[in-house]
């Protein structure tokens, strides 16, 4: 997951340009939209103050999305059990 370090973000732009996907918007920082970040890291590279960042997530974050990604799983296999048994 990345993130922008505020402190070292100058408001350049440069990440905004050559981000494929418009993630990035800027308010005098840049801001990821991580909804639609395609981790290409295009942004990293391009950053003159290496302002981007992977952020470790803790263990609750983790723990946070585990739990997301098992409930969609269940979502997810409840509505293909519906399909297969209109069948
Ligand atoms: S990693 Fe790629 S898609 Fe994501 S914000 Fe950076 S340039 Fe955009
Ligand atoms: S390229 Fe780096 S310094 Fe420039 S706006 Fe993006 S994050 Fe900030």
Do not use: D
Not at 13 to 40: H, M, Y
Not at 58 to 68: G, Q
Not at 71 to 76: D, K, T, V
């Amino acid at each position: 997951m990345l993130h922008v370090r505020k402190k070292l973000c100058i408001g350049c732009g440069s990440c905004a340009q050559v981000c494929p996907t418009g993630a990035i918007t800027l308010l005098k920082k840049a801001k990821i939209n991580l909804s639609r970040c395609i981790n290409c890291h295009w942004c990293v590279a391009e950053c003159p103050q290496g302002a981007i960042q992977e952020e470790i997530p803790t263990i609750s974050e983790l723990k946070f999305e585990f739990r997301k990604f098992h409930r969609e799983m269940g979502q997810l296999y409840i509505k293909l059990s519906q399909l297969e048994s209109r069948k």
